[in-house]
Protein backbone atom coordinates (compact mmCIF):
# COMPACT_ATOMS: atom_id res chain seq x y z
CA UNK A 1 0.00 0.00 0.00
CA UNK A 2 2.77 2.34 0.82
CA UNK A 3 4.27 1.81 -2.12
CA UNK A 4 5.21 -0.23 -5.50
CA UNK A 5 6.49 -0.36 -8.78
CA UNK A 6 3.75 1.22 -11.19
CA UNK A 7 2.06 -1.50 -13.11
CA UNK A 8 3.47 -4.15 -11.20
CA UNK A 9 1.03 -6.34 -9.00
CA UNK A 10 0.90 -7.62 -5.54
CA UNK A 11 0.70 -11.10 -4.42
CA UNK A 12 2.18 -11.13 -0.69
CA UNK A 13 4.07 -14.35 -0.04
CA UNK A 14 3.13 -14.64 3.31
CA UNK A 15 -0.23 -14.83 2.41
CA UNK A 16 -1.84 -18.21 -0.01
CA UNK A 17 0.80 -17.33 -1.98
CA UNK A 18 0.53 -20.10 -4.95
CA UNK A 19 -3.22 -20.56 -4.87
CA UNK A 20 -3.30 -16.59 -5.75
CA UNK A 21 -0.55 -16.54 -8.52
CA UNK A 22 -2.14 -19.47 -10.36
CA UNK A 23 -5.43 -18.05 -10.17
CA UNK A 24 -4.27 -14.23 -11.06
CA UNK A 25 -1.38 -15.41 -13.47
CA UNK A 26 -2.94 -18.17 -15.54
CA UNK A 27 -0.57 -18.47 -18.64
CA UNK A 28 2.46 -20.41 -16.55
CA UNK A 29 4.76 -19.15 -19.24
CA UNK A 30 4.29 -15.83 -18.25
CA UNK A 31 7.63 -13.91 -17.01
CA UNK A 32 8.13 -13.18 -14.22
CA UNK A 33 10.23 -10.26 -12.45
CA UNK A 34 10.04 -10.34 -8.66
CA UNK A 35 10.08 -7.82 -6.30
CA UNK A 36 10.30 -9.38 -3.24
CA UNK A 37 11.84 -8.21 0.72
CA UNK A 38 15.93 -9.42 0.23
CA UNK A 39 16.96 -12.56 1.01
CA UNK A 40 13.50 -14.08 0.39
CA UNK A 41 14.10 -13.93 -3.34
CA UNK A 42 15.23 -17.61 -3.74
CA UNK A 43 12.26 -18.69 -1.52
CA UNK A 44 9.90 -17.01 -3.79
CA UNK A 45 11.80 -18.70 -7.04
CA UNK A 46 11.13 -21.77 -5.40
CA UNK A 47 7.94 -21.92 -4.61
CA UNK A 48 7.28 -20.57 -8.04
CA UNK A 49 8.75 -23.35 -9.68
CA UNK A 50 6.73 -25.84 -7.57
CA UNK A 51 3.31 -24.65 -9.26
CA UNK A 52 4.73 -24.73 -12.23
CA UNK A 53 6.15 -21.12 -12.58
CA UNK A 54 9.78 -21.80 -14.28
CA UNK A 55 9.33 -18.30 -16.61
CA UNK A 56 11.06 -16.22 -13.67
CA UNK A 57 13.73 -13.93 -15.39
CA UNK A 58 15.08 -12.54 -12.44
CA UNK A 59 14.81 -10.46 -9.20
CA UNK A 60 15.33 -6.58 -8.49
CA UNK A 61 18.58 -6.64 -6.35
CA UNK A 62 17.71 -4.83 -2.85
CA UNK A 63 13.75 -5.43 -3.63
CA UNK A 64 11.68 -2.60 -3.85
CA UNK A 65 13.93 -0.04 -1.32
CA UNK A 66 16.82 0.06 -4.41
CA UNK A 67 13.62 1.14 -7.17
CA UNK A 68 12.72 3.50 -4.31
CA UNK A 69 16.23 4.55 -3.69
CA UNK A 70 16.68 5.03 -7.50
CA UNK A 71 14.28 7.71 -7.68
CA UNK A 72 12.18 6.10 -10.11
CA UNK A 73 8.35 6.39 -10.73
CA UNK A 74 6.45 5.05 -7.08
CA UNK A 75 2.79 4.06 -6.87
CA UNK A 76 0.78 3.58 -4.01
CA UNK A 77 -2.46 2.18 -2.71
CA UNK A 78 -4.70 4.42 -0.96
CA UNK A 79 -5.57 2.68 2.59
CA UNK A 80 -8.27 3.59 5.30
CA UNK A 81 -9.06 1.63 8.75
CA UNK A 82 -12.45 0.66 9.34
CA UNK A 83 -13.35 3.34 11.44
CA UNK A 84 -12.36 5.98 8.92
CA UNK A 85 -14.85 3.87 6.62
CA UNK A 86 -17.85 3.90 9.09
CA UNK A 87 -17.63 7.86 9.31
CA UNK A 88 -17.54 7.84 5.40
CA UNK A 89 -20.49 5.66 5.39
CA UNK A 90 -22.41 7.38 8.38
CA UNK A 91 -21.77 10.91 6.05
CA UNK A 92 -22.97 9.33 2.64
CA UNK A 93 -24.79 6.00 2.84
CA UNK A 94 -24.27 5.42 -1.10
CA UNK A 95 -20.56 5.51 -1.10
CA UNK A 96 -19.50 1.71 -2.63
CA UNK A 97 -18.10 -0.79 -0.18
CA UNK A 98 -16.42 -3.89 -2.09
CA UNK A 99 -16.63 -7.39 -0.86
CA UNK A 100 -13.93 -9.41 -2.58
CA UNK A 101 -13.88 -12.35 -0.78
CA UNK A 102 -15.34 -15.70 -2.64
CA UNK A 103 -18.78 -15.56 -2.62
CA UNK A 104 -19.41 -18.57 -0.30
CA UNK A 105 -18.01 -16.18 2.54
CA UNK A 106 -20.02 -12.83 1.20
CA UNK A 107 -23.20 -15.14 1.45
CA UNK A 108 -22.49 -16.34 4.84
CA UNK A 109 -22.01 -12.59 6.23
CA UNK A 110 -21.10 -9.17 4.57
CA UNK A 111 -21.63 -6.04 5.35
CA UNK A 112 -25.34 -4.77 4.35
CA UNK A 113 -24.05 -2.12 1.78
CA UNK A 114 -21.56 -4.10 0.27
CA UNK A 115 -21.40 -5.71 -3.49
CA UNK A 116 -19.81 -8.82 -4.26
CA UNK A 117 -16.98 -8.95 -6.72
CA UNK A 118 -15.00 -11.94 -5.89
CA UNK A 119 -10.96 -11.97 -6.26
CA UNK A 120 -11.21 -15.54 -7.88
CA UNK A 121 -12.94 -14.05 -11.04
CA UNK A 122 -11.65 -10.82 -10.94
CA UNK A 123 -12.19 -11.01 -15.04
CA UNK A 124 -15.79 -10.87 -14.40
CA UNK A 125 -15.54 -8.91 -11.28
CA UNK A 126 -13.42 -6.15 -13.32
CA UNK A 127 -17.15 -5.61 -15.51
CA UNK A 128 -19.26 -4.82 -12.97
CA UNK A 129 -16.90 -2.08 -11.36
CA UNK A 130 -17.53 1.34 -12.87
CA UNK A 131 -14.14 3.52 -13.48
CA UNK A 132 -16.19 7.12 -12.33
CA UNK A 133 -16.71 5.78 -9.23
CA UNK A 134 -14.81 4.97 -5.68
CA UNK A 135 -15.13 1.99 -4.45
CA UNK A 136 -13.53 1.01 -0.74
CA UNK A 137 -12.22 -2.82 -1.31
CA UNK A 138 -12.10 -4.93 1.38
CA UNK A 139 -11.57 -9.07 1.75
CA UNK A 140 -10.90 -10.76 5.17
CA UNK A 141 -8.11 -9.60 6.49
CA UNK A 142 -6.38 -7.54 4.02
CA UNK A 143 -4.14 -10.25 1.33
CA UNK A 144 -6.96 -10.71 -0.88
CA UNK A 145 -8.47 -6.75 -1.48
CA UNK A 146 -4.38 -5.78 -1.91
CA UNK A 147 -3.96 -7.98 -4.73
CA UNK A 148 -7.48 -7.35 -6.40
CA UNK A 149 -6.55 -3.67 -6.03
CA UNK A 150 -3.01 -3.38 -7.54
CA UNK A 151 -4.38 -5.22 -10.51
CA UNK A 152 -6.91 -3.26 -11.30
CA UNK A 153 -4.63 0.11 -10.55
CA UNK A 154 -2.17 -2.08 -13.41
CA UNK A 155 -4.56 -1.67 -15.91
CA UNK A 156 -5.65 1.93 -15.30
CA UNK A 157 -8.44 2.14 -12.21
CA UNK A 158 -7.41 4.71 -9.40
CA UNK A 159 -10.65 4.71 -7.73
CA UNK A 160 -10.19 1.79 -5.57
CA UNK A 161 -9.03 2.36 -1.50
CA UNK A 162 -8.32 -0.63 0.46
CA UNK A 163 -9.85 -0.87 3.80
CA UNK A 164 -7.09 -2.27 6.59
CA UNK A 165 -7.63 -5.23 8.26
CA UNK A 166 -10.88 -6.05 5.64
CA UNK A 167 -14.37 -7.82 6.93
CA UNK A 168 -12.72 -8.79 10.17
CA UNK A 169 -11.63 -5.00 11.04
CA UNK A 170 -15.20 -3.83 9.74
CA UNK A 171 -16.82 -6.75 12.29
CA UNK A 172 -14.65 -5.90 15.07
CA UNK A 173 -15.32 -2.38 15.17
CA UNK A 174 -19.13 -2.75 15.60
CA UNK A 175 -20.02 0.69 12.99
CA UNK A 176 -20.98 -1.61 10.41
CA UNK A 177 -24.61 -3.27 9.80
CA UNK A 178 -23.87 -6.77 9.03
CA UNK A 179 -25.91 -9.43 7.60
CA UNK A 180 -27.33 -12.19 9.62
CA UNK A 181 -24.49 -15.16 9.59
CA UNK A 182 -25.50 -18.15 7.49
CA UNK A 183 -23.18 -21.73 7.80
CA UNK A 184 -21.69 -21.69 4.75
CA UNK A 185 -22.55 -25.62 4.71
CA UNK A 186 -26.29 -25.09 4.82
CA UNK A 187 -26.00 -22.97 1.50
CA UNK A 188 -24.29 -26.43 -0.17
Not at 59 to 73: D, M, P, R, V
Not at 116 to 138: C, G, Q, R, W
Not at 168 to 186: H, R
Request: with cysteine.
Amino acid sequence: AKGFIPNSINIGVDGSFAPWVGAMIPDIKQKILIITEPGREEEVITRLARVGYDFTIGYLEGGFASWLSSGKEVDHIESISADQLATLLKANSSINILDVRKASEYGSEHIKEAENAPLDFINESMASIDKDKTYYVHCAGGDRSMIFVSILKARGDERLIDVKGGFQAMKESGLFQITDYVCPSTML
